[in-house]
């Protein structure tokens, strides 16, 4: 190259990258170059580019290096001489872009040269003559679409990497633009590439820009470039919210505004929707009168439904399009113009936490936060509120987030009155895992609390959700929408416009559309989407218009045989669209192998199939392509899980002409599988799980393979049970030992007691809690009775324990389990926590020897038995007070617990009945009474703890609203002690016990005789661990007047509590939750023997009501023996290190 400038004019930013067959060669030169300079100048290159002496001149290739991000060395040649070029690759730094080796100029280089330049003509020349084709770079969808689908590294048009083309493009418009309005008009409606360019762009760019003359600090340079740019913080927050959307876009193939989009059908539901949230536009008259008439009905029925959010529940089975219908709703009220603030919470990602309502809290802050910038600011504080609070939610003085979210959405967005949509989409993921349900619930009703009407909740899962039937005080009785298949009219519809997209609108046929949806005589199960995507896909696959006219009319066809039509066409595509025949023979039905390997293809299928070994290994590798049935798994390939469920009853019944019956083919590839595999069963748990698998597929008892089982197996098997008939014990077995998550209670209510049991002490660890907020539907359907003598694991054993506990099946002789492992602290718990109730009356379920050497050693389990063994020494004469009591209040004091909602319980039971523990009992109680122990309700105060606390409840001072409340509910509290009601529910009694607790001071030494009675009795006045036995006992009783009765008793006790009314149309409601209501109150045990009248004796319920006397007679005297002793010892004064910041502030 010699010193003279080439004559080569800039022309467009696309001839700067070159195509892709001079790339390698392209970035070899560079590195040449680089390492040439080192050798030969001491040049420093790569990560740590050397800046060299003096600026950096603005000639042509440093104008081409600072109007790029990157470039490659070879296109700066075409712009300068080589010591040009040289100057400009001094200040370079090796960067990789899309898999592709790349030059950046430094921050500082790029900054001189477009300072130097700024005003002059060669840098506006090379701005105008890319300005055109930056604009088809920045909005490439067919970029977007690859760079979504994780192809950003693919180079493009040139040769260039997309994302390397993208941020140049970007950065040039930044540079020429002169409007900021503009640039931002053209980055709301960008894709995520588009905006992660732009943020790249941005990031070179904006340390060099000239600081606004009222900015000091640095943020900017002084003698910067004056150019109007975007911040950067607004474009990644347009690009969080793209990421968020992207998906839901590509779902509906949406390009744009809202209405943009290949979804087809589907209006009447859609109509129902924007009816629910009623924010946007009725697109009809009719529409229009409808919602008129229902805002109306709302209006009118506002004295029961006001304040609350509305809670719509979608439920579809799979196949039927419910994604792409929530896809489609999410999109139009998010693209609409204003938009409607909106959260999409997708329970498929795994990102999101379920059991933890404060994550969810702050995934919708997020999401709202992008929507609207003004709320950016103090919804990011909260959710630093939420991530930053303490393990043991110590810090309880602090705002409600759920009361600071609500206040910043409805005093900036809503006004009260515009609508705010919660969409909780694939909900069967959480559905039956008992902690995820019992968050998400905890989350909405927290939400709502106080009163949240302009909230919209759209649930959408496989099926429908118990735990949303019945309102609550802040949100309604929940609306309920089974989807259906297509219309007639919208499956035609979807199959032209699905046809007419792979053959082209000229060539596809209308009457093929109508084939393939059928006539209003045809079954639901042809007009599913997924029906008509098959059918569609399968005749666009036929080579010309007459064997397309032959598959229609095959289709219809196949329609009017009924059946499952899916299966049929899936069979029919693999046996004339795999085109090699001995592929074909291995497909159909070899695939009844779920998982395939070239060896099995040789020494399994060859035979049956009539291939010869090599021949059937050759098949295996064609077979690979067909990508649409087999999915790639490290070297073997396995049958599609969402075909196989539907094409496995077609390949038991296929029949080669040659065979006498159908399902002869079948039965011998079985049978070879499960000869291949049992030979092998002792070399790993694969093939063990795959010889069970074939034996339960040829119709093998599965009582059989109880011994031939591993825990191992498990996690192979898992979904295996969809191959299987519904109902059939070979899917019974299979859900009972495969399931990784627990069964709903209809299906679990389906398998054998044995098995179910099984299921649940390998699923279901959560359910184990003696404190429920709900009735369980899987423990209500338990039939512990014929589990005696069953010969369950010993895991199952002791799962069997203690959940006889729990559900108060007391009077059952089952025995603990033997070996350590999951479930054998529970049990531990279970029957000290029986002990310490029933020990005079010896149950039968009672193990009366607890070993010395059933040590426990989790922090929770410690915090639950410890205060059970302090009560059965103080109610029974149990020996060990004093070591557990000692125990106890050295876990408190160590600090190691995250308390959870159950803990209150088992900490009221220690302020009861501890001396060492008693004051660090007390101070953990009073950490959770604002955040934990009453979940998502208010906390609650009864007549009984009233008259315990009555001389210490606080006069609150102040100004403002606030503390009028509090004055009021204060007054209240004092009232209610001798006058009535039994009980009251509201957000400041959690901080009214809380300062009532702290004037104790009970960190101090001297604690009064009065605080420490005023506390026990305190304490005493519940009994929260006796209602959830009491309510599954009360549950299994044959009397269908219990809930109807309690409901009525409550009504009368506590009749100003309105959700007790709402709860009326849920044929009496949760009988837990009644109890825990009655418990609440103050008058648990009148409850009890009032409902105790329609319960003979003999019943489990009978028996816990004559324990629960004799514990409450218990607790009385022992009460009334403190009052006659000297106060006991509470224990030592606690550190000042371990002083919380509501005890420094008390």
């Not at 609650?940 to 210490?952: H, I, K, M, N, V």
């Not at 007790?1060 to 209501?1077: H, N, P, Y």
């Amino acid at each position: 190259m010699t010193g003279e400038t080439k004559p080569k004019a800039f022309g467009s930013p696309s001839r700067i990258d070159l195509d892709p067959s001079r790339l390698t060669h392209l970035e070899n030169n560079a590195l040449s170059r680089l390492s040439a300079m080192r050798a030969e100048r001491d040049v420093k290159l790569g990560p740590t580019p050397q800046e060299g002496s003096g600026s950096l001149p603005p000639t042509r290739a440093a104008l081409v290096a600072a109007i790029n991000d990157t470039v490659l060395a070879e296109d700066l040649d075409s712009f300068g001489s080589t010591e040009e070029v040289d100057e400009v690759l001094r200040r370079c730094a090796m960067v990789m872009v899309g898999g592709t080796r790349r030059l950046r100029l430094t921050d500082a280089a790029r900054g001189e040269v477009l300072r130097a330049a700024w005003d002059g003509k060669p840098l506006r020349l090379l701005l105008d003559q890319g300005a055109a084709e930056n604009e088809v770079a920045i909005h490439d969808e067919q970029g977007d679409a690859g760079g979504e689908a994780g192809e950003s590294s693919e180079a493009v048009g040139d040769g260039v990497p997309s994302e390397a083309r993208r941020t140049n493009a970007w950065l040039r418009s930044f540079l020429q633009d002169t409007s900021r309005e503009r640039a931002a008009r053209v980055l709301e409606t960008a894709r995520p590439a588009a905006l992660r360019a732009a943020t790249t762009a941005l990031e070179r760019l904006w340390p060099i820009r000239q600081a606004p003359a009222s900015v000091t600090g640095g943020e900017g340079t002084a003698g910067g470039i004056n150019v109007p740019l975007p911040r950067p913080q607004d474009v990644r927050r347009l690009l969080e919210l793209a990421e968020l959307l992207e998906p839901l876009r590509l779902l509906i193939g949406a390009t744009g505004a809202a209405g943009r989009d290949r979804f087809v059908g589907r209006e009447r539901e859609l109509r129902d929707l924007r009816a629910f949230v009623d924010a946007l536009a009725s697109q009809t008259l009719s529409e229009g009168m409808q919602r008129g008439f229902r805002r109306a009905l709302d209006y009118i029925s506002g004295a029961v439904t006001a304040r609350r959010a509305r809670v719509l529940v979608i439920e579809a089975r799979g196949g039927l399009g419910k994604t792409a219908l929530i896809a489609k709703f999410v999109l139009d009220h998010a693209l609409a113009a204003p938009g409607v603030p909106f959260a999409y919470l997708d329970f498929d990602r795994g990102a999101l936490q379920p059991r933890d309502p404060s994550l969810l809290l702050s995934e919708v802050a997020r999401q709202i936060a992008l929507q609207f910038p003004v709320l950016e600011e103090p919804l990011a504080a909260l959710r630093l509120g939420l991530r930053s609070r303490l393990p043991d939610h110590s810090d309880a003085a602090a705002s409600d987030p759920y009361v600071q979210f609500r206040d910043l959405v409805r005093g900036h967005l809503t006004g009260g009155s515009r609508a705010v949509l919660l969409v909780m989409d694939t909900f069967e993921v959480v559905q039956f895992e008992p902690a995820a349900i019992e968050g998400v619930i905890g989350f909405l009703d927290l939400l709502v609390r106080d009163g949240f009407p302009e909230l919209r909740v759209v649930v959408s899962g496989r099926a429908d959700i118990p735990d949303l039937r019945v309102g609550t005080e802040g949100r309604a009785e929940r609306e309920h929408y089974r989807l259906r298949a297509l219309t007639p009219s919208d499956a035609s519809d979807m199959a032209s416009r699905l046809g007419r997209e792979l053959l082209g609108a000229a060539s596809w046929k209308p009457s093929w559309s109508r084939a393939i949806a059928g006539g209003p005589s045809a079954s639901e199960a042809q007009r599913e989407p997924l029906t008509i995507a098959v059918a569609v896909d399968l005749l666009s696959a036929g080579k010309d218009d007459a064997e397309r006219e032959r598959i229609a009319a095959e289709i219809q066809s196949s329609a009017a045989r009924g059946g499952d039509i899916v299966a049929r066409l899936f069979q029919k595509r693999l046996i004339e669209h795999i085109r090699d025949r001995d592929a074909r023979k291995l497909a159909w039905p070899g695939l009844v192998l779920r998982r395939l390997t070239r060896q099995l293809s040789e020494e399994v299928l060859a035979g049956p199939c009539g291939l010869e070994p090599h021949r059937a290994a050759e098949a295996f590798e064609i077979l690979g392509r067909e990508i649409w049935l087999v999915q790639s798994d490290g070297d073997a390939l396995r049958h599609r899980p969402d075909l196989r469920s539907r094409m496995m009853p077609a390949m038991r019944e296929y029949r080669r002409e040659e065979d006498d019956k159908p399902g002869q083919l079948f039965r011998q590839v079985n049978g070879a599988a499960i000869a291949w595999f049992g030979e092998r069963k002792d070399l790993s748990s694969a093939y063990r799980a795959e010889w069970i698998y074939h034996r339960l597929l040829d119709g093998e008892p599965p009582e059989d393979m109880h011994g031939d089982w591993t825990e191992e197996v498990s996690a192979f098997l898992a979904g295996a049970d969809e191959d299987f008939e519904p109902g059939s014990r070979q899917q019974a077995f299979l859900l009972g030992h495969g399931s990784s998550s627990p069964l709903p209670a209809t299906r679990l209510a389906e398998l054998p007691p044995l098995l179910a049991m099984e299921h649940l002490a390998r699923t279901a660890p959560d359910l184990a809690s003696l404190v429920d907020s709900r009735l369980h539907a899987r423990l209500l359907n338990l039939r512990l009775p014929d589990l005696l003598n069953a010969p369950l694991t010993s895991t199952a054993q002791a799962a069997a324990c203690a959940l006889a506990v729990k559900t108060g099946a007391w009077r059952l002789p089952i025995r603990p389990g033997a070996e350590p492992g999951q479930w054998w602290e529970e049990q531990l718990v279970a029957q000290r926590y029986l002990r310490a109730r029933t020990l005079p009356a010896r149950p039968p379920l009672l193990a009366l020897r607890l070993a010395e050497g059933d040590a426990l050693t989790s922090p929770h389990a410690l915090l639950h038995a410890l205060p059970q063994d302090m009560a059965a020494a103080k109610l029974w004469g149990v020996p060990g007070f004093r070591e557990a009591d000692e125990a106890l209040a050295k876990l408190l004091r160590s600090r190691s617990i995250r308390f959870r909602r159950q803990d209150g319980a088992a900490l009221r039971l220690a302020m009861l009945f501890g001396q060492q523990s008693f004051r660090a009992a007390t101070r953990a109680w009073r950490s959770g009474v604002t955040s934990l122990w009453w979940g998502s309700s208010a906390p609650t105060l009864s007549a009984s703890e009233a008259r315990a606390l009555y001389d210490f409840i606080p006069m609150p001072t102040g100004r403002g609203k606030q503390s009028a409340r509090m004055q009021e509910v204060a007054d209240q509290a004092r009232r209610m002690a001798y006058e009535g009601p039994n009980r009251i529910q509201a957000p400041a009694i959690g901080t009214i016990l809380q300062s009532v607790l702290s004037n104790f001071n009970i960190r101090e030494e001297g604690l009064g005789y009065g605080t420490h009675e005023a506390v026990r009795a305190f304490a005493a006045a519940r009994d929260e661990e006796w209602v959830t036995p009491l309510a599954y006992a009360a549950s299994r009783t044959d009397s269908p007047k219990i809930g109807t009765k309690l409901l009525k008793f409550l009504e009368f006790h506590d009749a100003a509590d309105e959700a007790i009314r709402a709860s009326k149309g849920a044929a009496g409601g949760d009988i837990l939750q009644m109890l825990r209501r009655a418990d609440e109150g103050g008058f648990l045990r009148e409850a009890l023997v009032h409902i105790g009248e329609e319960i003979p004796a003999e019943t489990d319920f009978g028996f816990l009501l004559e324990q629960h006397a004799a514990w409450r007679s218990a607790i009385e005297g022992y009460l009334q023996d403190l009052r006659l002793e000297e106060p006991e010892d509470a224990g030592p004064m606690l550190k000042e290190a371990d002083s919380s910041p509501e005890d420094e502030a008390s």
